[in-house]
């Protein structure tokens, strides 16, 4: 074989190597795309195994992150994000996280409840 020869040109070999290079492109490509698709789908699931309240926005704002990527992010904190907790969190932060006084018991007024039982 000469320096200038190509190997496996004009021989069924070529074409094997070439249609299997084109099967390996092909399903690269498309597990790309299912892999894409089921990140994508990620906050649809989510909201409908949790059964979130707000399912229509989240698919709509999943289906609008294929164009706007950070739509896309804001449907996985909908979709993560129990609204209700967080809301009743903020309120509890806003509020300063204020508990009832109850008054506390002196240890005379406890031994002398107790002796009287």
């Known amino acids: 074989m000469s320096l200038l020869s190509m190997p496996f040109v004009d021989t069924n070999i070529d074409t094997v190597l070439s249609v299997f290079a084109g099967v390996v492109l092909i399903a690269t490509i498309a597990?790309?795309?299912?892999?894409?698709?089921?990140?994508?789908?990620?906050?649809?699931?989510?909201?409908?195994?949790?059964?979130h309240h707000q399912i229509g926005l989240i698919t709509a704002l999943t289906w609008i992150g294929f164009v706007w990527h950070w739509v896309w992010v804001l449907a996985v904190i909908i979709a993560f994000?129990?609204?209700?907790?967080?809301?009743?969190?903020?309120?509890?932060?806003?509020?300063?996280?204020r508990l009832p006084v109850v008054p506390a018991m002196s240890t005379d007024a406890m031994t002398t409840d107790t002796e009287e039982k």
Do not use: M, N, Q, Y
């Open 81 to 97: 994000v129990d609204g209700e907790k967080a809301l009743c969190r903020i309120r509890d932060i806003w509020h300063g996280d």
């Open 31 to 51: 597990a790309v795309g299912i892999g894409f698709w089921k990140i994508h789908e990620l906050p649809i699931h989510k909201a409908s195994t949790k059964e």
